[in-house]
T-cell receptor, first 113, second 115 residues
């Protein structure tokens, strides 16, 4: 069974600053996918960024980037130039080839003006 | 197609009653997932379908829970003899296999309150 740990229940950042959310996972599988999802208050979950485990290059999507360390089983999310709309709960998820996902307990991020 | 839809969005029921939720996935998606999310926690996997076949069920899914996807399109999740501990957000997601991404698209969820 896989486990996903997000060790920061809450974080805050000033608008325009950079913040990094941490995620570690445990698995015996070699091929898998890692995701960061964003869940704004009372709104549905949306994908922020995706990383395939077989790719060594870290994924980047505009202001969002990851630091994927496969040997360390670490998958952190960096948000640059934080915006007020980034305020949300962020979930790290491990997904098997079959598509079954295991989520962390989330990090609540508050961007302060 | 505007995405994954779930109905109802909210359901309040009394303990012991049966409830049924519906999920309509993105039309071309062949995989459909059900998760349960309690306040302050991440979603927990309940079950998933590939087309009409239910391929895996979590141990969280007691015998009071049943899910179906009869024609490989929409799915229903039924909870019989509801208990207060069943109060949660029930999330549905869908994906398309073979794309190499395994990205899941989530619906807005059904919030269940058991009194």
């Amino acid at each position: 069974a896989q486990t996903v740990t997000q060790s920061q229940p809450e974080m805050s950042v000033q608008e325009a600053e950079t913040v990094t959310l941490s995620c570690t996972y445990d698995t015996s599988e070699n091929n898998y996918y890692l995701f960061w999802y964003k869940q704004p208050p009372s709104r549905q979950m949306i994908l922020v960024i995706r990383q395939e485990a077989y790719k060594q290059q870290n994924a980047t999507e505009n202001r969002f980037s990851v630091n994927f360390q496969k040997a360390a089983k670490s998958f952190s999310l960096k948000i640059s130039d934080s915006q007020l709309g980034d305020t949300a709960m962020y979930f790290c998820a491990f997904t098997t080839n079959a598509g079954k996902s295991t989520f962390g307990d989330g990090t609540t991020l508050t961007v302060k003006p | 197609d505007t995405g994954v839809s779930q109905n109802p969005r909210h359901k309040i029921t009394k303990r012991g009653q049966n409830v049924t939720f519906r999920c309509d996935p993105i039309s071309e998606h062949n995989r459909l997932y059900w998760y349960r999310q309690t306040l302050g926690q991440g979603p927990e996997f309940l079950t998933y379908f590939q087309n009409e076949a239910q391929l895996e069920k979590s141990r969280l899914l007691s015998d009071r829970f049943s899910a179906e996807r009869p024609k490989g399109s929409f799915s229903t999740l039924e909870i019989q003899r509801t208990e207060q501990g069943d109060s949660a957000m029930y999330l549905c997601a869908s994906s398309l296999s073979g794309t190499g991404t395994n990205e899941q698209f989530f619906g807005p969820g059904t919030r269940l309150t058991v009194l």
